[in-house]
């Protein structure tokens, strides 16, 4: 009895203590426990749940492919919470000719029925194209994003030829590599796609695969008609990017056409002319952010029968350098235009003097303007120092004769040192770049 005693003893005393120095005595029916120190809990197991689940969520959304095995890494309540969530493991990266196909498997396997976030690249060769197939292709129903990379072309017409099946689940789509002939992924059969990425890989672009976008951004020669924007009627944000080496050139046919949900233009690299013939040919009613960047400057054509643009309260003018009439053209039709910023490009004193008309406020170009922003670089790139002295002087003249009707806040911005990869795109919307400097720009009472 007593060694029955002893045994369930030390059962429970194991529950609550540590078993350092634990000895157990027995002397008859009499159990001595000597040494025995409290257990000092792990911090992760008196972690409450709502912490772990809190954890759980900012670690997915910082890094969802490699948190789920660091996770599980720290303990074993950890590695069974991550287990027992299929959404952990349903990002994946598939890097062709890459040792990761196992662990493409096993994320698949745990991910069980939860939609999947794809990011596929490296595809060098055909057999890299089959092996993705192979793996990923039998779950296209649960495809919720995908982004590929494809830039070998025998590989990328392996995929291209593959995607053939619906993908109803899909929301995110970005494509980018060449192929030889023109597709149609998934026969436009994604009903949930909104944002669609195309960059080099040419499509068919009547095909149904874009009704349904909200967001586009296109980055290939091979398309050139504008009058199929009209068919894409839930647009809200459009970009539209060309290559100086890889000149887009639009074919503007038919009746001019509408885009009633667009909020959001960015045209880069676009000609100057393609620009003032875009908006001309596309009403865009409810436009409010407007962007070019990477314009050159091309007088010869000057167009003035722009559709009037009245819901455009924000308009950035990125590396460009547009013959003057015809941004003066353009501001005309965004009466409501409330900040303009020229960004590593500077405004030259005769165009600021257009908007310093005296007579009538009626006939002043943008009469509701309340920021007006430069943003250039330290040095160009031939290590010459920028200059701002006739700009400065020229906008404190704008803002004398606009006073006191108007009230404007104007700044001069300065970037440390010459533009980079990065600086030289333009900075996405919402996001402002540090400076080196700032001058705000008054005119004395």
Known sequence: MSHVNA?????????????QSLHLVGSGARTDVIDVKPVVPSPILCTPPEIISRIIELGAQEDPRRFPRLFSQISGRLRMIALENPTFWSSIDFIGGHASY???????????????DLMVSRLDTREDAEMMLKLLYPHVRRWRSLV???????????????????????EHLSISGFCNAPADPFRGQTPALKSLIVRGVPLVWESTLFYSVSSLYVHSSNWTSPALL??????????????????????FQGPA????ELECLELNGITEEDIVRLLSFAEMPNLSRLLFTHIKDSPNQVVNSIFPLLNVRHLRLHATEMCQDNLLNVLRKVRNLECISFEDSSPIPAFIGELSLTDCTVDWVCPKLKTFQVVAFEKDNAQRAYDDTDIIAALRVMMEKRRPLQRMSTRMCVFQGERNDKTRHAAPW??????KSEKLITVDP
């Open 148 to 170: 590929l990379e494809v830039w070998e072309t025998a590989a990328a017409d392996t995929v291209m030829r593959a995607l053939v099946d619906k993908a109803p689940l899909l």
């Open 257 to 260: 056409i509408c885009l009633p």
């Open 430 to 435: 919402g996001e402002e770049r540090l400076y």
């Open 7 to 19: 045994a369930l003893t030390k059962k429970l005393l194991t529950r609550q203590f540590s078993e």
């Open 230 to 251: 009209g068919k894409w009627q839930n647009l809200n944000r459009l970009t539209i990017r060309a290559d100086p080496m890889q000149p887009l050139i639009m074919h």
């Open 102 to 116: 196992d662990e493409v498997s096993e994320r698949l396997r745990r991910s069980k029925d939860a939609p999947l």
